[in-house]
């Protein structure tokens, strides 16, 4: 699998996950200390999202990193 396919289905899974969770990208946006645009980018695939963002993002949610890797394997996305 090419990494903007991976790219593209994290930021799935995340967009997914702040939108359960009724939080706007500048919501999380501001809990992490970067731009809404960053989030955009990470949510839609078109930056690569480094694993420290993604832990942040995920503690951000609420939601156990692990549960990232098991969706993404066994829900599906990949």
């Not at 699998?1 to 359960?20: C, V």
């Not at 939080?23 to 989030?39: E, K, P």
Request: aromatic share 8%; charged share 30%.
């Amino acid at each position: 699998m090419k990494n903007e396919n991976l790219n593209i289905k994290i930021g799935e899974w995340l967009q997914n996950k702040r939108i359960e969770k009724e939080l706007s990208q500048q919501d999380v946006a501001d809990a992490l200390g970067v731009t809404r645009t960053a989030v955009h980018y990470w949510e839609s695939g078109k930056r690569t999202i480094y694993a420290d963002n993604m832990f942040d993002f995920c503690r951000v949610l609420g939601v156990d990193p692990s549960d990232l890797v098991r969706d993404l394997t066994q829900g599906g996305y990949l």
